[in-house]
């Protein structure tokens, strides 16, 4: 679990985030972070994976270290950036290799490219594994690089707006995805929304963010309500409950104002 | 990066695999350098440099010991540290266009060279180790402003750009400035140094040079993989736990020192530095432990070559080498230019 006090951050001399007190579901679960553009959730994401000075604390079993490492990634920790390098012409398993780069020497044991080969595989991608990664899809790009993260062998996982570029089938094939490593593994995983109904769906634990201040935060079930939700993005919603059990959120036609 | 461009390499890569690509590119290496050797106003034949090589000063010995050897040499040397330090910027800044010579590191290195030959003497400095370090200061100073330059506009891949060429413009006209404050004499060397020359190459130098280069590009192949992570992104790379900043530092340094010694000892010598990493790229893909040692050998190619190709073209007037790589660089530079705004 993760505990975040009094978290501040500064950026270019203007407070992004404003003490935030947060506390992420357990290991093995997903907990989502929503909240409108520019409320510092991007922000929020980088600063857990070390890139940001902050003041206040941020507490983890697993990385007991995590304040003293400023500028780079806590050992424990592994972050999906959002899309980009996509024209590289490394091959799949060798940019899934890059998750090791700080213990890869001159030569490669062979134990790792194994271990790089068998990443590659668990996601099902063993077919594309020597193919240049600017040929591959969407798709399968996003999750070559959560295969590269995967090879950190993080305890926590922090995914900005993984599904964000991907069209439906994938968007379900990589949040599944996503689901089952975090249970196999037993990882704290924290992603970036933007799609309220996979939130709902995929997440134990939620966060609310709002211009840099914690809306709401708790048990993805009581946080995400329509009132609550319609609060967070400033517009009306309405939910329904769907085939699966769970509550459909939407919104219909507005006008503008006259 | 082109289909076309990716079937071609896909193919060599297959038939040769990629040591032995570097193998071929060493073999020609050889090649090129008996070649140089062999070429000038004494023409002689390979069996002749040959034969010298392995027997000492008698004869055409010492043609090949005192003045073709030590020359050959410069040019392996100076053309493998400007095709490395090409690949190093154009990785660690993220664009195609940048090396040493575009992004005004090659013209700061000049101008401190140049300030040394109008203002060296009167401070009493000895040229033998004066000169080289003015130009490595000035190196170093292009180098940390275009990083800091380009940092403060926002660290993408346009802001370096933008900031190495201000820079360059910066460093031309206080040269220009040097020029026409200099007395004849200074300016005549200034102006000859300029051009890029190959012939004030002494074995002093020519060890030093080497020792430079072996040496950088032993440090910069520590960091080979960490290279090839930050190819993909910078910020790519920071989440694979790679502090970008100082790694580019780290970077612009080694640049600095390699551009700054290959420009004491020989002039500014344009183009090698962004074609070789491309013609390395090509044929190697983005692994950089292959990519390093690939844009040594092919920059040592061209600079060996065209080295060559001026001796031919003026068997006796031995036009400087920096003409001859901007005649053949420019046409490859426009290409690079049409490819990058079609082809991406």
Known sequence: MLQLEQLSVRLAGQTVLHGLNLGSGPQGSITCLLGPNGCGKSTLLRTLAGQLAYSGSIRHAHQPDWQHRHGTLPAKVAWLPQDCGSQSRLSAVEV??????????????????????????????????????????????????????????????????????????????????????????????????????????????????????????????????????????????????????????????????? | MSTLTLALAGRWQSRLGRSGLLLLAALLLTGSLLLDIASGPAQLSIAQVLHSLLQGEGGDGVIVWQIRLPVALMALAVGAALGVSGLIMQTVLHNPLASSYTLGISAGAGFGAALFIVAG?????????????????????????????????????????????????????????????????????????????????????????????????????????????????????ASLGIA???????????????????????????????????????????????LIPGAALSGALLLSLASVLGKWLSPGGLIPIGIVTALIGLPFFLLLILRSKGGQ
């Open chain 1, 96 to 258: 899934v290799l890059l998750g090791k780069v700080q213990s890869l020497g001159w030569r490669v044991p062979e134990q790792l490219q194994q271990q790089a080969r068998q990443q590659l595989a668990q996601l099902g991608l063993s077919a594309v594994a020597q193919q240049p990664l600017c040929q591959l899809s969407g798709g399968q790009r996003q999750m070559v690089f959560l295969a590269q993260a995967l090879m950190r062998e993080p305890s926590v996982l922090l995914l900005d707006e993984p599904i964000s570029a991907l069209d439906l089938q994938h968007q379900q094939q990589v949040l599944a995805l996503i689901e089952q490593q975090t249970r196999q593994r037993n990882m704290l995983t924290i992603m970036v929304l933007h799609d309220l109904n996979a939130a709902l769906r995929y997440s134990q634990h939620c966060w609310l963010l709002q211009q840099g201040r914690v809306l709401a935060a708790g048990a993805t079930a009581e946080v995400m309500t329509p009132a609550l939700l319609s609060q967070l993005y400033d517009t009306p919603l309405s939910s329904i409950t769907a085939d699966d059990g769970f509550a459909l959120f939407y919104h219909g036609r507005q006008a503008l104002p006259a």
């Open chain 2, 121 to 237: 003497s009167s401070l009493g400095l000895a040229e033998a180790w004066g000169l080289p370090l003015c130009a490595l200061g000035f190196a170093f100073v292009a180098g940390s402003a275009v990083l800091l330059i380009g940092r403060h506009r926002g660290g993408n891949a346009e802001s370096y750009v933008l900031a190495g060429i201000a820079l360059l413009f910066l460093f031309q006209a206080l040269l220009s400035l040097l020029q026409y404050l200099a007395a004849p004499d200074a300016l005549a060397q200034i102006v000859f140094w300029l051009f890029g020359s190959l012939y004030k190459s002494g074995w002093h130098a020519v060890g030093l040079m080497w020792l430079t280069l072996l040496l950088a590009c032993g440090v910069l192949a520590r960091d080979a993989w960490r290279f090839t992570a930050l190819s993909l992104s910078d910020e790519r790379a």
């Open chain 2, 244 to 290: 970008v900043a100082r790694l580019r530092w780290r970077a612009l340094a080694l640049v600095s020192l390699l551009t700054g010694v290959a420009v004491a000892f020989v002039g500014t010598i344009g183009f090698v530095g962004l074609i070789a990493p491309h013609m390395a790229r090509m044929l190697l893909g983005e692994d950089h432990r292959l």
